[in-house]
């Protein structure tokens, strides 16, 4: 989620630098990008493993966390904040 919301407020800061009006992105953007952002996290991580039960593990402890309210709650406040900055 950090990464995401470096990425847009670097772009606010840009525009406002160049005199524009920045618009937030819509939620769907931001989640798809936040959703990316945490999937080549994953991938990274994932390759540094070299246990095949162990990286079945990582990535069924992943997908559970993905899936979980704690990681939905975190995305829609992390929005929340973005766009309160714009």
């Known amino acids: 989620m950090r990464a995401t919301l ?14 524009e009006v920045g ?8 989640s798809t ?3 990316g952002l945490m999937g080549a996290s994953k991938q990274v991580d994932l390759d540094r493993l ?6 079945d593990a990582f ?5 559970q966390r993905l899936l979980s309210y704690s990681t939905k ?4 406040d992390s929005y929340e904040t ?4 714009y």
């Open 50 to 55: 070299k246990n095949l039960s162990m990286r």
């Open 23 to 30: 618009n937030p992105p819509s939620f769907e953007t931001f």
């Open 73 to 76: 709650k975190l995305l829609k």
């Open 33 to 35: 990008m936040a959703t």
């Open 59 to 63: 990535e069924r402890t992943w997908d």
């Open 82 to 85: 973005l766009t309160k900055r």
């Open 6 to 19: 470096r990425f847009y407020n670097e772009r606010r800061k840009q525009a406002l630098a160049r005199g």
